[in-house]
């Protein structure tokens, strides 16, 4: 199974696309971007594809398509004159996602919560809640911005 994956904005805008073999490692460890981008991230969402060559070819047609502004040139400016069917995207879980990727949810909690004292348990709580997640990391190094 191959994945590509897309990280969308507080405004739902692709900001960045790419394709994993394992997407929960993918996930976990995901860190070569500009910090900005971790920053603006508010959702992750991803399709599974059947094998390697599909998901390139996933990959470079939605960056083509969308023209994220965290993916590097030499994947788009191509013109692909193919029609790829759609496929329908699932939103990745929160919980397992890296610190990274915690980045722009953390600092949201942190704009709404800047005037009140919360503890670690009290934000993975907010965090849950407002993700509709099941659960956060126990070792997920949490820090107010």
């Known amino acids: 199974m ?9 405004n739902d805008e692709i900001i960045y ?3 994993a073999k394992s997407l929960k490692g993918r996930m976990s460890n995901h860190n070569h971007l500009p910090i900005e981008c971790y920053d ?18 996933y990959e470079v047609y939605l960056i083509n398509k969308f023209n994220p502004k965290y993916n590097k040139v030499d994947k788009r400016g191509d013109v692909i004159d193919i029609n790829i069917p759609d496929k329908e995207w699932s939103i990745y879980p929160l919980e ?17 919560y800047e005037d009140k004292a ?10 849950l809640k407002e993700n509709n997640c099941e659960f956060i990391k126990d070792d997920l190094k949490i820090n107010l911005i």
């Open 2 to 10: 191959y994945y590509v994956y897309r990280f969308k904005d507080c």
């Open 17 to 19: 696309i790419g394709k």
């Open 40 to 57: 603006e991230v508010r959702k992750v969402e991803y399709i599974e594809l059947s094998n390697h060559s599909e998901g390139s070819i």
């Open 96 to 112: 397992y996602c890296g610190k990274m990727l915690m980045r722009g949810y953390l600092s949201d909690l942190n704009e709404k």
């Open 118 to 127: 919360i503890s670690k348990d009290e934000l993975k709580f907010l965090l």
